[in-house]
C-alpha cells in the first residue's frame, strides 16, 4: 500500500526542514554563515572554549560531520582551534572576533525566521508544537 506524501510524517518534517533551512540560510548567508554552522556557533556563542566532542555531544551530530563544519567555520573565519596544553590530541574552539561581533545580527535573523516559521499559530497552537515535536524527539533517542 502506498503512502501518501501528505499522510507521511517524514515527509512532512523534511520538507519543513528543508524549508526553515532556506529561509535560515537567505537570512544568514549576508553575514556568512551558514545553516550548518548555525548550531555550533549557538553553542559557542553560550560557552566559548568547547571541545569538538563537546559540540558534538550538545548539537547531536557525528565527530566527521562536525570536523567538516569546524574547518568552514575556521575557513570562514569565525573559529580558531587552540590546544590543549594538557593533551595535545584535544583542541578548544573558540569564536573569533568576527563571529563575536556578528552574535546578536546572527541571533537576530534566527529569531526572525522563526518567528516566521509560526507566524500564523496561536500561542496556544504553538505550545502545542512544541510539546508535541518534544515527545517526538524523545521517542526516537536512545
Known sequence: MAI????????QL?????L??????????????????????????????????????RIGVEQPTMANTLNRMERDGLIRRDADPADKRRTFIYLT????AAQDTVMNEARKVATQAVSSLS????????????????NLKD
Not at 572576533?97 to 563575536?100: E, G, T, Y
Request: contains cysteine; glycine residues 8%.
Open 97 to 100: 572576533q568576527k563571529a563575536r
Open 14 to 18: 523534511g520538507l519543513l526542514n528543508r
Open 20 to 57: 526553515y533551512d532556506r529561509r535560515l540560510q537567505d537570512a544568514l548567508a549576508p553575514l556568512g554563515v551558514a545553516p550548518g554552522q548555525f548550531p555550533a556557533l549557538v553553542m559557542l556563542f553560550q560557552k566559548d572554549g568547547l571541545t569538538q566532542a563537546d559540540l558534538c555531544r
Open 123 to 138: 500561542s496556544t497552537e504553538q505550545d502545542a508544537v512544541f510539546n508535541l515535536l518534544n515527545k517526538l524527539t524523545d
Open 4 to 11: 501518501r506524501r501528505l499522510d507521511s510524517l517524514g515527509y
